[in-house]
T-cell receptor, first 110, second 117 residues
Framework: GNSVTQMEGPVTLSEEAFLTINCTYT??????LFWYVQYPGEGLQLLLK?????DKGSNKGFEATYRKETTSFHLEKGSVQVSDSAVYFC?????????FGAGTRLTVKP | DAGVIQSPRHEVTEMGQEVTLRCKPI?????LFWYRQTMMRGLELLIY????????DSGMPEDRFSAKMPNASFSTLKIQPSEPRDSAVYFC???????????????FGPGTRLTVL
């Protein structure tokens, strides 16, 4: 079945450091891929998405490229801020429902 | 748009009591999802509806849990009787499906934090 595996956290970085959170997926067809972010005390909100191979999703300085050859969708940001501290979820969807990864907690220290 | 609305935001109850969580999806969305989030298990899909019809309830933990969607603008998740291990944050999410089965993003509500004593 479809599934998503993302790197375990927690991840702790200093402000302005480079961020990578790895995500790989298993799918039977051609899924859409997503990154969601959850700030403390809130629900998940979409950060970025890509619907086909080689698409790059980007938002708020975050980027992820849909790599079919490596079945990956790694999240990157060149310079993180304290306000980026949150839990990040990788997800895929081939139809109506969505499969989420376990989440990676990011803490950015000043 | 008000987004997905959930109520109550916090619920504290005693073991054995009935708990009802409510969700109003985004207007025009035709799919609705109930999730549970805990530290131990992460985010779990409990059940989802499409056009008010339950499609997959395989994630519902046991018969104490039930969900309904009587119309396109309202859904409930009921736990009866509740147990301490049901303590979690329960999220409702909705999505709108495009005409060509476009895999649209899900929009999450703020969640209901349930504590069963």
């Amino acid at each position: 079945g479809n599934s998503v595996t993302q790197m375990e956290g927690p991840v702790t970085l200093s402000e302005e450091a480079f961020l990578t959170i790895n995500c790989t997926y298993t799918a039977t067809g051609y899924p859409s891929l997503f990154w969601y972010v959850q700030y403390p005390g809130e629900g998940l909100q979409l950060l970025l998405k890509a619907t086909k191979a080689d698409d790059k999703g980007s938002n708020k300085g975050f980027e992820a490229t849909y790599r079919k050859e490596t079945t990956s969708f790694h999240l990157e940001k060149g310079s993180v801020q304290v306000s980026d501290s949150a839990v990040y979820f990788c997800a895929l969807s081939e139809s109506i429902d969505m499969r989420f990864g376990a989440g990676t907690r990011l803490t950015v220290k000043p | 748009d008000a987004g997905v609305i959930q109520s109550p935001r916090h619920e504290v109850t005693e073991m054995g009591q009935e708990v009802t969580l409510r969700c109003k999806p985004i207007s025009g969305h035709n799919s609705l999802f109930w999730y549970r989030q805990t530290m131990m298990r992460g985010l779990e899909l409990l059940i989802y509806f499409n056009n008010n019809v339950p499609i997959d309830d395989s994630g519902m933990p046991e018969d104490r849990f039930s969900a309904k969607m009587p119309n396109a603008s309202f859904s409930t998740l009921k736990i009866q009787p509740s147990e301490p291990r049901d303590s979690a944050v329960y999220f409702c999410a909705s999505s709108g499906l495009g005409g060509n089965l476009v895999r649209n993003e899900q929009f999450f509500g703020p969640g209901t934090r349930l504590t069963v004593l």
